[in-house]
Every structure is written in C-alpha cells, then in structure tokens.
C-alpha cells in the first residue's frame, strides 16, 4: 500500500512546536557587527545634508555609511520591461522616495548601540510633493523619479507589443466587444495594499573568508540569492554560499533580495569583519514588499438569461517607489482574467506606476486573486443586475469538463478542470437552499443582523514559470536515504511531503529519509518555493530521482545475485530486492549502498515541467452583518479544494486553512493605508487589523482530486488556492447581505465603516 | 523596539516606592504590568530616566468587600479581576469588562490601576469606574487621597495623579441591578472603536462612553433623560451630545457619534432598561 495520499504528521513540527528553529537571528556568529538603517520620516524629500558625526563617536559604533559611501552600482528595476530610469540607489542620493526608504547605514559592537546610534543621524530633509493615489500618478506633474520623466513604469499592451511579447492586433481593444449585451455592468474595484507579515521579519548574515562569502538570509530562494550576491560582488558563484536556515514564512515577500540584506555583506567586507542585520516588526510594517494594491474598472456583459458574452478590465497597478515585480503582477491578472469562465470577448490594459510608497512585490498568490476578485465579484453585479441566483450564473458560464485542455481568450491553456462539481459540492456541503431560505426570513423581519450568502469559484495558475527545479536521492551505507532539493520550504512542509515520496519508492520508513534544503554547498542547483510550485517541481525531480535509485539499485541486486534485472523485485516492508518467487534470496538496502562501492546508491533529477497547472474550487461564505454597526461576523467558510492528486492531505488542509484566512483577512480585516501625505498609518500590528482566530469560524474544507496530466504525480500547487477563493467569497457574502438595502458593492476591508457608509449611501439614493 | 536605556528600582514596599517617585519626580515612572508603558518605550515614544517597578508588590492586590462598596488594589491583574468571586458578585460590571481587555496574555500581565493610571480614552476599566461612580484612592509623600472618578480623567492620558502618587486602591459600589458592556470591535484584541458601559446602581443609572473623546466620559444628557424618565431608546438618542470624537483608520467622529447611539440603546436594553 502506498503512503502517499495519507495524512502523515509533519516530521519537522516537533522541533517547531517545542525549542524552536534556527533562524538567522539565532546563529552564532562570533565577532559580527550589528547594522540598523536608518529610514526616511518622509514620503518624497530631497536630502540636504546628513550629519553622521555624532552617530560615528556614539559608544560602540563602528562605522556610519550613507549613500555616497556606497561603491555599487544602483539597483535596476525588478519589473521586466520596466522603466529603466527608476533605479533603486543601495542607500538614498540626494532623494527619498517613501517613508522608509533607507538613508543611512549604522553599524555598531551591539544592536542596542547601533539602534541609540541611529538617533543621532541627522537628516536635512526639503519636502517635495507627493505621488500616493496611483490613479493620480499616471498623468501628474510630480515625479517619484525625476530622471524618468514620467511615473508610469509600462503600460500593458502598448508597451508589450512594441517589445514582441504580445501581437500587434492585442494593442487595441476589440471593436463591438459589448455588441450582443443586454446587460453591461461597470465597477470600479480597489483591491488593497495589504502586508505580508510574515511570523519571521527579515534578517541577513555574512561571513567572509578571503574571498568566499557565506550569506544567511531569510529567502524563499537561496541559489537566486547567490546568483544575486555574485554577481553584486563581482565574484563567482562557488565564492558565494547563501543559506535559508529555518525560515518563517515569506508568502511571496522574501523571494527578491532586498538592499537591506545585499548590503550586509558589502558591510561585512568593508569592515573585514562578519556583520548581521535583524529588522524590526515596524521595519518590517513599512518596508517588506506590499502586496495587491491595484484599481480595477471591471465592465462585464451578458444576456439576460445569464450568458456572459464580453469582459474588460483596466487595472492601475501601485509599484510603489522603486517597481520590482509587483509592477509586473497585471500580467498575472491577465492570464487569469477570465477565470473559469468561457467568456469569448475580452479586453485587458494595465498601467503600472510609480508611487511613493513602499514597493510592492508578489504576495500570496500575486496576480491572481486579484483577478479571482474581480471576475467573481462582477459576476455577482452582473447576476444582481440581472436578477439570477449568482450560484447560476456561475453555473451557466463555466467552462465544461469536456473543453480540456482549455485556452482562454487571454491565451492561458487550463489542463483540466471539473469546475461545476466543486460549484455542486460546496452548495450541498453548505446547505445552500437553507440558507437562502434563513436569509429570506431575516430580510422579511428587517431586523438589524441580516445574512449574506457569497460564492466564490476560482481557477489559479501554479507553477507559472518555466523552468526546472533539483532534486536528488541517495541511498547511505547504513539504509537511510538521503534527499536534496531546490525547493525552499519556510512552513511548507517540504520535508515531509519529499520524504513521503522516497518512502513510497524505497520502503525506507519516512523517518530515515533526511531532507537537505536551503544550502547552496549542500543542494547544488535550485529554484525555490514560491508560486505554489514545489511538489509539481521539485517534489516531482525527488520522486524521479527516487525511480532511479531504485532501478540502480535493481540492477545491483541483480549483479550480486546473479540474476536478470527484470527478475529483481522490491520488497518495500523488509526494505530488501529479492528474487521474484525466492526470498530467501535477497539484499537489503545496507547491503547494496555498501556494495555500490565509489558510484554509491543516487540520482540527481532536473525536472522540468510541460507546463504550468490549473488548481479550482468553490467556496462559500456566510456573513452575519449588523446593519446599524457596519460590524460583520464571518459565521462559516465552506471551501471544495481541487489541486489534483494529493500527497498528504493533511499538509493540503494546512495549506487551505491558512489560506481561506488569510483570504478572508484581506476581505474583511487588512489594508495598509497611506495618509495623503505619504505616512503610513497602519504600520504596527495594533493598527494594521491582522486577523486572529477569534474572527474566523472553523473551516469546513473538502478536497476532490482531479489529477493533471502535466506531471507524473498528478500533482498541483494548493499553497494560495485559499487565498484566491476565500476573498471573493468574503466580500460577495457581505456585499450580498446588503443587497436588499439597495447596495451594490463594498470595496475591501469590508470594514463597519465602508459598510455603514455604504448602507447610509443606499438610503439617500432611496 | 529597543527602548532608550533607563534607571530601573524595585522598592520592596509602597512606601519605598513613593519615596523612590518622591527622589526622581517626573523622570520616573511606574511600571506595573507594562502593557502600556513598555510598548510605547520600545517605539521610544516614552524615555522615562527611571523605571520604579512596583509589578511585585503584593500587598496592593487585593479585592475586598468593604460593606457598602468593593476595595480593589491597583495592582490587581485583569484576569484576576475577572475571575474574583467577590468581584463577579458584587460588582459584575467590573468582573465582566475585565474580561474583556485586549487578549489573554494582556489580562495576565495588565493591572487595573495600571489601566486606570494611563487614562487612556480607549481602554476599558475607566469607563465602567466611570459610570458605576467609583472613586480612586492615591498615596503621596503627605499621605492618601480620594478622588472621585470624575474627576480623575483630566486629558489625554492625563490624569489627576501627581508625579509624586502611586494609585493604590479602586473603589466602587457594589451594584448588581443590571449592567452592560457594549464593546465594538473589529478583532476581539482590539481597544474598542467605541464602546458604551451601563452600570444601574442605587436606582441611578450610570452610562460612560469608550473612545469618544480626549478622556473617558459620562453620557450626562443620557443619564439625564433617563433620571427624568425618558424611555431607553429616547435617551440612547442623546448619547453623542457634546461629543467631539476622534477620527482614525477605524472610525470618523460622525461615524463615532452613531455608533454612541447605537451602542448605548443596545448595553440600556441588555441592562433591563
């Protein structure tokens, strides 16, 4: 019997659970220099002058650099495509950007010294106007980077058809796109900035020796970190160890490298001695990469029996003050604009802008929710409009199980899908015509707490990129097997789910597979882990890799017993090849790696994916609103998962949990808000409304597992489903409770005072 | 979050610690259960020179029946408060929002006089001293001092202690004809965007407002109308009278002042007015 698809405990919990990991706060590092940066209070000034002369005779303090003292080159826009001139300096040049933009450097004997120090780094500032409402930013006189002359950084599709990534004919929007309507909906759709925060905030180590550099971040992509560091410091990548030791979660934020964590060792050699930086929760609040924050004008067009016929959606996307790769998220959003519709007509256009905010990067599931959003959310407008159950809609629209493979409009290919079943599922499971029924009876007594019903079916795109990812198994001398991999687990659960798939191929129990990660001496090529790739990736290359140790292993057998390989079979519980119908006859693994001499018992795989796959659910939500509060109680989240076939539930399950949370968090909690001046007001976790368990009801999840034909696992990504279809279902179930007073839609955070105004609104158009 | 450094004293008495307040005057300050002290030293929006740490002093937790009215040491932690059988009989009110400051870990740590001391408009204790009529008991280099509740809460996070007194004792009727907590909140950690407290006692009916203003308050025209026999849902409608709230991420001040009236209509019906 196979142990993959069973629910095993996480091997690496205990450790987590009990002392705790080693994260880069916690290694020993004897003689390291402590560096604090000191950040910008405004939003866009010009630097007059900086004093550093008290800071430098500070007790403790080593050394004070700024921005002049840096000898690397300025770092080039993280977008593709982007607007070359908006270029990131290591420390500010006679400009700051955002409130916290990094102006100076303090490195001190103690981080206690180091923060006292920084206080006494004097700052010149002249204010300068301000770019903060991205819609603004597009035609505005003030520019976030003066040398660009302009803040938008690309427009999308004018300036990919003119570099080839997209055909001319994409330039313009289709003419007649709403002939054949009857019906066109139109809204204007904030989906927020909202911040990651992660459990660990960001954190960087260096070491060098000669000219060897060990580098330990807090990454979701160590190898892409040494690339980064070698090529920064002009040495080769075998000069350059990087190591993600334990790592707290990232959701997309710690994927980039940030200047914060590649001056470290620029610090470290300038002073010849190691150094560490650990930034603060408020550091973390104000400049690990933002996520969402795009506008959206949606029109959505249908028949009046429900048919949806043509959608456009233009998209404003805030890059914040240096693009990196959330300028590039609209491109996401395109490729799942239609979601799991078959909508034939469509027209999408994004301008990314500058800003003075922080920057914004990928965040769980970067791009897409954003486009789950918007679809899910007009076609709930459009079902209202039109007076249809918004569960028929969805139903009259989605594609059929038999258009698979299915290439949207777009010109994304779905591998396959079983969309209805999921919309079936999560109705029964949720008791859907009940529920209709209470929320009836609720409206007909008019009393303050009203129900809303909100529905949510998604289709997300994991493992985007192309390209492959490592994985190797080696079998030891003494029968454990030994694993390395690309993959970059902080909270994933990698290094069970890989040695569940050894386990299922060896027969060495799970507990003697050690998984290496993380190490770029000990794994020698990787990608990482973002974008839900890593068991279709890497887990894949593990599993094959496997396969091949087996057979290796086979052919071993055979030699030493003197018989034909196709003879040779495994017998998984004695953990030994024997002959077929002799067991008497056999090796075990021990005897095998020990015979497999100088060659030993292993295989490296590079696995590389035909392509991306397809993930899709349905959830739904029921919201209790207090119409006379605005105040919304999240009563039960009803979610059907599909990420084909699953390894270990239970890690899936986790998976779905802490997405729907953090789903339903950005629906009805979070928001970074700048105040028109560019100061952040919710840059602590007092005021930045992080959800806690106390808001959520106990999720009620269901799996159903349709395999992909794109690898040979079957496997998809299930890392941001939760957070694709939780949010939709969110904000469509408050919206929904308010429909009977006469509201159309609520932006995000469906917060008491949105809700309340919205309500207030409705009563005066009465 | 690495406060600037600082004097620390740990007197092994309330005398010791007013003389310790009396040395250093208003470079000190105390430090009970810290939830409001340490965070904003951590974020160096406070720098005091000298930290008299009184968390240890047992002899100022207590709570006791006084015969007319409850006695409660300052330094009585809020879960303690929560759960004190005397309390839960005697003074529901004060048990109940006890209960429901910030989260477990602050309730743990957090102190009632700590609370009371930093009269900060959103927290929860000086609300419902506030409306049952409590009185504050200080002692200072020339000896105790009662201040009426009212006249305790003088500003933002201003109160009427000098820097030379140490809050000791919380006193408040024992009133059990009804009361109510109304606390509005996004997440249940959450200092209330606004709340109302109710507290009936001695046939007088005590209403005081969370987060409407510089300092707690007394919804005077409130209690007013009910005084001259105005219904509930009548005198809930005056609840924003004189109210000039703050506007945050959470709440404009009109959006406050509705919130006042609907919250107060709610904790008089749930008090069984």
Not at chain 1, 95 to 120: C, H, K, N, P, Y
Not at chain 2, 187 to 207: F, K, L, M, N
Request: with cysteine; proline share 6%; glycine share 10%.
């Amino acid at each position: 019997m196979s142990i993959l698809g069973n629910r095993v405990l996480r091997k690496e919990d205990p450790k987590f659970l009990t002392t705790g990991g080693t994260y880069v706060d916690d290694l020993p590092l004897e003689g390291a220099a402590h560096v604090v940066y000191v950040r910008s209070p405004m939003a866009h000034a010009r630097i007059r002058s900086i004093d550093t002369s008290e800071a430098v005779s500070a007790p403790g303090v080593v050394a004070v650099y700024t921005g002049d003292d840096v000898d690397l080159e300025p770092m080039p826009p993280g977008a593709p495509f982007a607007n070359p001139a908006m270029v990131r300096p290591w420390l500010a040049k006679g400009v700051v950007r955002f409130v916290g933009d990094m102006v100076a450097a303090v490195v001190a004997e103690t981080r206690e010294q180091a923060v006292d120090a920084s206080e006494l780094v004097f700052v010149d500032y002249e204010p300068l106007a301000v770019v903060i409402d991205p819609e603004a930013a597009v035609d505005n006189e003030t520019f976030v980077h003066e040398e660009a002359g302009t803040n938008v950084v690309f427009r999308i599709p004018e300036d990919f058809v003119s570099v080839g990534m997209a055909p001319p004919e994409a330039a313009t929007e289709p003419p007649g796109l709403f002939e054949g309507c009857d019906v066109v909906v139109r809204q204007r759709i904030v989906n927020q900035r909202v911040a990651p925060c992660p459990l660990e905030v960001r954190a960087a180590a260096s070491l060098w020796e000669g000219d060897h550099l060990t580098h330990w971040t807090t990454t979701q992509a160590p190898h892409a970190v040494r690339g980064s560091l070698a090529q920064t410091f002009g040495v080769g990548e075998e000069q350059v160890r990087a190591i993600a030791p334990d790592v707290g979660g990232g959701f997309g934020a710690k994927i980039g490298g940030y200047p914060e964590e590649l001056l470290v060792p620029w610090i470290a050699r300038r002073l010849d001695r190691p150094a560490r930086w650990v930034e603060t929760r408020s550091e973390s609040m104000l400049s690990l990469g933002h996520g969402r924050a795009q506008i959206q004008h949606a029109e959505l067009g249908g028949t009046r029996d429900g048919r949806l016929i043509a959608y456009k959606l233009g998209v404003i996307q805030d890059s914040g003050a240096y693009p990196g790769f959330g300028a590039f998220l609209p491109t996401m959003t395109q490729m799942m604009l239609t979601g799991v519709y078959d909508i034939t007509k469509v027209f999408f256009t994004d301008i990314s802008v500058a800003t003075n905010t922080n920057p914004t990067v990928a965040y769980r599931g970067a791009g897409r929710p954003e486009a789950t959003a918007a679809i899910e959310r007009m076609v709930d407008i459009f079902a209202a409009e039109i007076g249809m159950d918004p569960a028929e809609v969805r139903r009259k629209n989605m594609v059929g199980n038999d258009r698979f493979p299915f290439t949207t409009p777009t010109g994304t290919t779905y591998d396959v899908g079983n969309y209805e079943a999921t919309l079936d599922r999560v109705l029964e499971a949720a008791g859907y015509a009940e529920l209709r029924a209470e929320q009836r009876r609720r409206r007909g007594a008019g009393g303050p707490k009203q129900l809303g019903i909100g529905l949510s079916s998604y289709v997300e795109i994991t493992n985007g990129i192309p390209g492959s990812e490592f994985g190797s198994v080696e079998v030891l001398a003494d029968g454990r097997a030994r694993v390395r991999t690309g993959t970059s687990p902080h909270g994933q659960g990698h290094v069970t789910a890989w040695s569940q798939l050894v386990a299922d191929q060896l027969g060495i129990a799970i507990e003697d597979v050690e998984v290496l990660h993380g190490d770029t001496d000990l794994v020698p090529r990787g990608v990482g882990t973002f974008g839900s790739k890593s068991l279709q990736s890497g887990g894949v290359a593990v599993f094959q890799a496997a396969e091949q140790v087996v057979d290796k292993a086979r052919k071993l057998a055979a030699d030493l017993l003197e018989a034909n390989p196709n003879d040779i079979e495994l017998d998984k519980t004695n953990r030994r090849f024997h002959v077929a119908g002799t067991p008497s006859a056999s090796k075990t693994w021990v005897e095998l790696a020990q015979a497999s001499g100088d060659e030993g018992l292993s295989a490296e795989v590079d696995f590389a994916a035909p392509g991306p796959t397809f993930p899709f659910g349905s959830h739904l939500v029921v919201a209790e609103v207090d119409t006379e509060t605005g105040g919304v109680v999240l009563e039960r989240i009803v979610a059907v998962d599909d990420a084909g076939r699953l390894i270990n539930p239970l890690i899936a399950e986790g998976q779905v949990h802490g997405g729907l949370a953090q789903g339903a968090a950005q629906a009805l909690m979070e928001e970074m808000c700048y105040d028109d001046q560019g100061n952040p007001v919710t840059a602590n976790l007092a005021d930045y409304e992080f959800v806690s368990a106390a808001e959520l009801p106990s999720f009620e999840t269901y799996s159903m597992e349709t395999p992909t034909p794109i690898n040979p696992l079957g496997a998809k990504g299930i890392g941001e489903s939760g957070t694709i279809g939780s949010t939709p279902a969110v904000q469509n179930a408050v919206c929904d409770a308010l429909l009977a007073l006469g509201v159309r839609h609520v932006d995000m955070p469906t917060s008491p005072i949105r809700v309340w105004r919205a309500i207030e609104a409705a009563k005066g158009k009465k | 979050m690495i406060p600037a450094s600082f004097d620390y004293v740990r007197p092994g008495s309330l005398d010791e610690a007013v003389s310790a307040l009396a040395e250093h005057g208003d470079e000190a300050k105390l430090l009970a259960g810290g939830h409001s002290l340490l965070p904003l030293m951590k974020l160096r929006l406070a720098t005091p020179s000298v930290l008299v740490d009184i968390g240890r002093l047992g002899e100022l937790s207590y709570v006791n029946d006084a015969g007319d009215h409850l006695a409660i040491g300052a330094l009585t932690r809020h879960h303690d408060l929560h759960h004190d059988p005397v309390a839960m009989h005697h003074a529901p009110l004060l048990s109940f929002v006890a209960g429901r400051i910030g989260d477990p870990q602050v309730r743990h740590r957090g102190t009632i006089g700590g609370s009371i001391a930093h009269a900060d408009p959103a927290s929860d204790l000086p609300a419902a001293v506030l409306a049952l009529g409590g009185t504050l008991v200080a002692r200072g280099p020339g000896g105790d001092r009662e201040i009426p509740a009212d006249r305790f809460f003088q500003g933002f996070l201003e109160s009427a202690l000098t820097p030379e007194e140490v809050l000791t004792e919380i006193r408040v009727p024992k009133a059990t004809a009804g009361h109510a907590y109304q606390k509005f909140v996004r997440r249940a950690q959450d200092w209330a965007i606004v709340g109302s407290v109710v507290a009936r006692v001695d046939g007088r009916v005590g209403v005081a407002l969370v987060n409407v203003g510089p300092t707690p308050v007394r919804a005077d025209a409130v209690e007013t109308a009910l005084a001259g026999g105005a219904s509930a849902a009548e005198a809930a409608e005056l609840a924003a009278e004189g109210l000039e709230p703050p506007a945050d991420n959470n709440a404009t001040p009109e959006f406050r002042r509705h919130l006042a009236r609907v919250l107060t209509a709610r904790a008089l019906a749930e008090a069984g007015l």
